[in-house]
């Protein structure tokens, strides 16, 4: 997961390139709307989602073989009824 997004952090410039009609819409909301913040969280959102899907198609043997583990043996505290 991403650390949180510091206010304070240093910035960079991007360009994006965005549908005419979808800024028109905005156009009366930009007050209250902070464009940059917006921007930020639904790039560190999709950043966790790209790399969590990349660390689960790196791991997915050991996730497949720990399946087959806890198929075999089952899980821990089983016995207990606790889980």
Same mark, same amino acid.
């Given at each position: 997961? #991403?650390?949180? #997004?510091?206010?304070?952090?240093?910035? &960079?410039? +991007?360009? +994006?390139?965005? =549908?005419?009609?979808?800024?028109d819409r905005l156009e009366p909301y930009?007050?209250?709307?902070?464009?940059? @913040?917006?921007?930020?969280? #639904?790039?560190? %959102?999709? +950043?966790?989602?790209?790399?969590? %899907?990349?660390? @689960?198609? %790196?791991?997915?043997?050991? #996730?497949? /073989?720990?399946?087959?583990? $806890? @198929?075999?043996?089952? +899980? /821990? &505290?089983?016995?207990? =009824? %606790? $889980?």
């Amino acid at each position: 997961m #991403l650390p949180s #997004l510091q206010p304070s952090s240093r910035k &960079g410039r +991007l360009s +994006l390139s965005i =549908d005419q009609c979808l800024l028109d819409r905005l156009e009366p909301y930009k007050q209250e709307i902070n464009l940059s @913040a917006q921007a930020e969280q #639904l790039f560190a %959102r999709l +950043l966790d989602e790209l790399e969590n %899907r990349a660390w @689960a198609e %790196r791991n997915a043997d050991a #996730l497949v /073989a720990h399946g087959r583990d $806890i @198929a075999a043996t089952g +899980l /821990a &505290g089983e016995e207990f =009824d %606790r $889980i």
